[in-house]
């Protein structure tokens, strides 16, 4: 499986963006797909995720600005972000869980970069 991230850019702070995640490959038994985020120098923390019946959470941080959702058909996880901050900056990364056997398999994309700065 690979995962294929985009829509990453330069915007200005109260702008939107949105990223897209597309998976191919032998997608079976999806349990979740997500976005992490990484800033330099900080820790890869979770911003959102999905699970396959649709279910969202998100970080406190992102709550009320960011929206995920998903398109089964195509295989894509979007993150519209809205109300952007400086402090989103970071690299975005998306994430995808598949249920095998008793465990898990976990795939990463390569990462989009996102510049929150006037």
């Known amino acids: 499986v690979q995962l294929q991230a985009s829509g990453g850019g330069l915007v200005q702070p109260g702008g939107s963006l949105r990223l897209s995640c597309a998976a191919f490959g032998n997608m079976y038994s999806i349990n979740r797909m997500a976005w992490y985020r990484q800033a330099p120098g900080k820790q890869r923390d979770l911003v959102a995720a999905?699970?396959?019946?649709?279910?969202?959470n998100y970080a406190d941080a992102v709550k009320g600005r960011f929206t995920i959702s998903m398109d089964k058909a195509k295989n894509t996880v979007y993150l519209q972000m809205n109300s952007l901050k400086p402090e989103d900056t970071a690299v975005y990364y998306c994430?995808?869980?598949?249920?095998?056997?008793?465990?898990?398999?976990?795939?990463w994309g390569q990462g989009t970069l996102v510049t929150v700065s006037s």
């Open positions: 994430f995808l869980l598949r249920n095998y056997g008793l465990g898990h398999l976990e795939n």
């Open positions: 999905i699970t396959y019946d649709g279910s969202p």
